[in-house]
């Protein structure tokens, strides 16, 4: 799997790159999954270090300063997406102080929720007591709180991150099977 060699190669104190060592290779594949990706690659790197050091959700949702960039980048693409999407009516200029307000909520939990929703009652097991857990319906992760309109962007934004993830881990694979 790329994101645990990934891991390994971040984690490491030897990078050298010969016959014996091929811990700089998920780097550079890394890196030029960015470069090949287009629009948004680049934020796929960010994910996968993201995903890969386990933060967790409550770090996310009170914007901790480790985190900042990648909530930023995360909180333009949702405003991008929500504008184009037309997820509100704009008809004044206060229209659009909300809607950035609202699209930064919606990146703020998108992403503490596609970083660390586990359910807090049975810890993503599914079970609690033997039982499914009533609390997350047996998914094992814990339930958007919002209304009916906010909870569905929301799921449409996580399953955009899970997409930029699952396609930069693709590239990034991709590039080391070329190297071999």
Not at 33 to 54: E, K, N, V
Not at 129 to 146: K, L, N
Request: glycine letters at 8%; proline letters at 2%; charged letters at 20%.
């Amino acid at each position: 799997m790329f994101a645990e060699r990934y891991l390994n190669a971040l984690n490491t104190s030897n990078l050298q790159d010969d016959d014996q060592h091929h811990q700089t290779e998920p780097l550079v594949a890394a890196a030029l999954a960015d470069l090949s990706g287009g629009s948004g690659a680049l934020f796929g790197t960010m994910l996968l270090r993201a995903s890969i050091a386990g933060v967790p959700r409550q770090v996310i949702e009170s914007s901790a300063r480790d985190l900042g960039v990648l909530l930023r980048v995360w909180t333009g693409e949702v405003a991008r997406k929500g504008f184009e999407r037309k997820w509100m009516n704009i008809k004044a200029e206060w229209d659009i102080k909300a809607a950035y307000a609202i699209y930064a909520k919606i990146a703020r939990v998108s992403l503490a929720h596609w970083l660390g929703g586990e359910c807090s009652s049975c810890n993503g097991t599914k079970v609690v007591a033997s039982r499914v857990c009533a609390d997350c319906a047996g998914t094992g992760r814990e339930p958007i709180q919002g209304g009916a309109l906010e909870i569905e962007r929301v799921k449409d934004m996580v399953s955009e991150l899970q997409g930029l993830y699952q396609a930069h881990s693709a590239r990034a694979s991709a590039k080391m099977r070329q190297a071999a």
